[in-house]
């Protein structure tokens, strides 16, 4: 079992960026994906982007493409959302996951999220 914390999330005009991070604690033993998901007021939870053990393969929300990059340091055990650009429809509770497979469909770890708030 993994524990994951978040950490970065803040306020910040539109236009700005902010990076968040995630670091998996307890056992790494396993090659988990790992995924930022966001869940702004009053909207279900959705992934916007993925990361696969290697770092290989990514996926992102088209919302986000172009603007937000997901990385990680095995190394360092922390997984990283860079968002750039940022706009006021960004604004949502971001959450960091790992699973066995990029897409995400049932993570088996879940962190405690992280508010990102863009004014206008």
């Known amino acids: 079992q993994v524990a994951l914390v978040e950490s970065g999330g803040g306020l910040v005009q539109a236009g700005g960026s902010l990076r968040l991070s995630c670091a998996i604690e307890?056992?790494?033993?396993?090659?988990?994906?790992m995924g930022w998901f966001r869940q702004a007021p009053g909207k279900e939870r959705h992934l916007v982007a993925s990361?696969?053990?290697?770092?290989?393969?990514?996926y992102y929300d088209d919302s986000v493409k172009g603007r937000f990059t997901i990385s990680r340091d095995n190394a360092r055990n922390t997984v990283y959302l860079q968002m750039n650009s940022l706009k006021p429809e960004d604004t949502a509770v971001y959450y960091c996951?790992?699973?066995?497979?990029?897409?995400?469909?049932?993570?088996?770890?879940w962190g405690q999220g992280t508010q990102v708030t863009v004014s206008s």
């Open positions: 996951a790992a699973d066995f497979t990029p897409t995400m469909t049932v993570p088996v770890s």
């Open positions: 307890g056992s790494t033993r396993g090659h988990y994906a």
């Open positions: 990361i696969n053990w290697s770092g290989g393969t990514t």
